[in-house]
């Protein structure tokens, strides 16, 4: 196990615990004990499976994406809607490695 790579498993999974704990509380769930929960089990999968961060992260991604965007449609979110399919695409551009777009995304979302 390399530095590089451990570094690189730290990047993948430290996103999509932001992402989940982010969703969480877009359907309205506060309990910190939930999200330091679901940031526990996050970690633990890219800690154990360090090797596959690029699939692991396809696939986690690819179960909060529908109920996200659920509930950004529901409370009339409909600009953050619109971004937040831009950037799943984004994000599957980059992990098919099509286009490097995901970074950018995030640079002009920030903006």
């Known amino acids: ?8 498993s730290m990047d993948a999974g430290q996103a999509l615990i932001n992402f989940y704990n982010l969703s969480l509380l ?3 769930v506060t309990s910190l004990y939930v999200h330091l929960a679901t940031a526990a089990v996050l970690a633990l999968v890219f800690v154990v499976m ?6 692991i992260s396809l696939i986690l991604v690819a179960f909060v994406v529908p109920p996200s965007l659920y509930v950004l449609w529901l409370r009339g979110e409909y600009g953050a809607a619109i971004s937040f399919v831009a950037g799943v695409v ?3 551009l980059d992990r098919f490695k099509y286009l490097p777009l995901h970074s950018l995304w995030h640079i002009t979302v920030a903006y």
């Open 1 to 8: 196990m390399t530095l590089y790579k451990v570094l690189s």
């Open 50 to 55: 360090w090797r596959k961060t690029a699939k």
């Open 90 to 92: 984004c994000f599957l």
């Open 26 to 28: 877009l359907a309205g």
